[in-house]
């Protein structure tokens, strides 16, 4: 196996320019090519912008939270020895989803500034007094 290996980083292509064992092709055409592709410097990319915490962005995330709970509730209710027939655990399901949903929902929108003001705190931009937690 490590002689299959060794030939393989042996081969050097017979038209390619050879600098050394380690970079054996010069990079200097291929950096080229890259540039112009992209039309502006090497490896630039555009700027992300991260989305500012708010309570409507908190509330568009929970109804899949819900759904995954439910789902998860309604497996349990499954499993419990009591024997719940499907509309109790339908209604069983739904209602611990919904009080699950509502106690999370603050602790998501928590955690969303927290994570905005790192972001911040990253690239060098300071908290505003509405973020600060």
């Known amino acids: 196996m490590a002689a299959k290996k060794a030939r393989k980083r042996a081969y050097i292509p017979?038209?390619?320019e050879v600098v050394n064992r380690k970079e054996r092709t010069t990079s200097a055409?291929?950096?080229?090519?890259?540039?112009?592709?992209?039309?502006?410097?090497?490896?630039?990319?555009?700027?992300?912008e991260y989305p500012k915490p708010s309570f409507r962005r908190t509330a568009k995330r929970l109804p899949?939270?819900?759904?995954?709970?439910f789902a998860l509730q309604y497996w349990f209710a499954g499993q419990d020895s009591r024997g719940f027939d499907t509309q109790e655990r339908?209604?069983?399901?739904?209602?611990?989803a919904?009080?699950?949903t509502a106690l999370f929902a603050p602790f998501m929108h928590?955690?969303?500034k927290f994570a905005y003001n790192r972001y911040l705190?990253?690239?060098?931009?300071?908290?505003?007094?509405?973020?600060k937690s």
């Open 90 to 96: 339908l209604i069983f399901a739904a209602g611990s």
């Open 98 to 100: 919904a009080f699950v």
């Open 110 to 112: 928590i955690m969303d």
């Open 64 to 69: 899949i939270y819900f759904v995954l709970i």
């Open 121 to 131: 705190r990253k690239t060098g931009q300071q908290p505003t007094a509405d973020t």
């Open 29 to 48: 055409p291929r950096v080229q090519r890259t540039q112009a592709a992209r039309g502006g410097k090497a490896g630039a990319r555009a700027q992300y």
């Open 14 to 16: 017979p038209t390619v």
